[in-house]
């Protein structure tokens, strides 16, 4: 586990544009920013790297996915911006940790197993480019930022989230490898599933994310690109792994 000290953070973070004062310093973590469109490994490449370091890793997708759950658990139609966010309105999604693994509660329950459906994936989708549900989950993630060292991947995380992480990555892959990768995946599982299908599937998922109005994909300019389709997990882990320690280190000269 890397220790960060208080001169580190001092020099990391621009932590007098933000406000903070001494105290608050001392209690702030040392954020990663992953970003990334639908299956470049983000969640992989995060869960083994934070364990490496010693970090927590924080799924936001899991957050979102929670509420697209809950939006299709109640029929409410994808499509109205309004219903979604009244619906969203008075939901509680907060995360725990057990065993190292988060672990994604909607409304007391725990949802991390059910969440990971195909249909929900698609409903979040949709549902994630309304304002107000993003909003909702904004405060949580800053929350968990600003207490632990944190490895933190979604869609707007450098951009948005975490604007002054002092390591932000980028990490994608050709449409087609991650296609194939999500293909292996469903097909070790015993399920039967179609490549084509998947493939159009994930365009259609970069195309929502990138496109929407509100904190769309995108690759922050100060965020350092990884390009994985033909690199393996261990690769990219040991990358990531490598940019952090170098950051830290150069906050400590
Ligand atoms: O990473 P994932 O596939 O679990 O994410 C599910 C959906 O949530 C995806 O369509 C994009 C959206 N999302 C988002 O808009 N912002 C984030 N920070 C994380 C996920």
Redesign the pocket.
């Known amino acids: 586990m890397i220790e960060h000290t208080l001169e580190m953070k001092k020099q990391l973070f621009p932590f007098e544009e933000r406000g903070c004062g001494k105290e608050e310093l001392e209690h702030m973590g040392f954020n990663i920013a992953i970003d990334g469109p639908?299956g470049a490994g983000?969640?992989t490449i995060a869960r083994r790297a934070a364990k490496e370091l010693g970090f927590v890793y924080v799924?936001?997708?899991?957050m979102?996915?929670a509420m697209?759950l809950h939006i299709l658990r109640n029929q409410i139609p994808r499509e109205d911006e309004q219903a979604v966010a009244k619906a969203c309105q008075d939901v509680k999604v907060s995360i725990a940790y057990e065993s190292g693994e988060q672990q994604v509660y909607l409304n007391g329950e725990n949802v991390s197993g059910e969440i990971r459906r195909e249909e929900v994936?698609n409903v979040?989708?949709v549902i994630?480019?309304y304002p107000k549900v993003?909003e909702k989950l904004l405060h949580l993630q800053r929350n968990l930022a600003e207490k632990e060292d944190v490895i933190m991947?979604?869609?707007?995380?450098g951009t948005c989230?975490l604007p002054h992480a002092p390591l932000k990555l980028y990490l994608t892959a050709s449409v087609r490898t991650r296609a194939n990768r999500r293909y292996q995946e469903l097909t070790q599982k015993g399920m039967d599933c179609d490549l084509e299908a998947i493939c159009e599937d994930i365009a259609a998922?970069d195309e929502?994310?990138m496109n929407r109005a509100a904190?769309p994909?995108r690759q922050a300019e100060d965020a350092v690109l990884l390009e994985s389709s033909e690199l393996g997990i261990e690769e990219v882990t040991s990358l990531v792994v490598g940019y952090a320690k170098e950051r830290m280190r150069k906050g400590q000269e």
Not at 59 to 62: E, I, W
Not at 153 to 157: A, L, S, V, Y
């Open positions: 639908a983000k969640s799924d936001t997708g899991a979102y996915r697209g994936g979040t989708s994630s480019a993003r991947d979604g869609r707007d995380i989230v998922r929502r994310d904190s994909l």
